[in-house]
Nanobody, 124 residues
Framework: QVQLVESGGGLVQAGGSLRLSCAAS????????MGWFRQAPGKEREFVAA????????LYADSVKGRFTVSRDNAQNTLYLQMNSLKPEDTAAYYC?????????????????WGQGTQVTVSS
């Protein structure tokens, strides 16, 4: 099992940037593919980005493609989400997730573990 703790959320103006981090503990971080999801008030949780365990392949939601970058540092047991050109519609609680799967091929692929989330608020 892996434990996930997100950090780096906050309040930012539209057009600004934030970097979220997800610290993993427990079983070896490199054993998991990793992802980010978000949930805005009154909406369902949605996929944001993922990075596979093997090959480091990435997958992004269309809404964030070109603005967000997911990366991982296996030596530091940490997942990152660099968010640039933020928009008010990016406002949400952001969740880190871990997959037992070797690769993530679909936004509908269900993770196995979740963090508690960190709030991102983008003001207009």
């Amino acid at each position: 099992q892996v434990q996930l703790v997100e950090s780096g959320g906050g309040l930012v103006q539209a057009g600004g940037s934030l970097r979220l981090s997800c610290a993993a503990s427990g079983r070896t971080f490199s054993s998991y593919s990793m992802g980010w999801f978000r949930q805005a008030p009154g909406k369902e949780r949605e996929f944001v980005a993922a990075i596979s365990r093997i090959g480091g392949g990435t997958l992004y939601a269309d809404s964030v493609k070109g603005r967000f970058t997911v990366s991982r540092d296996n030596a530091q047991n940490t997942l990152y989400l660099q968010m640039n050109s933020l928009k008010p519609e990016d406002t949400a609680a952001y969740y880190c997730a871990a997959y037992k799967a070797i690769i993530v091929v679909s936004s509908t692929q269900e993770p196995d573990y979740w963090g508690q989330g960190t709030q991102v608020t983008v003001s207009s």
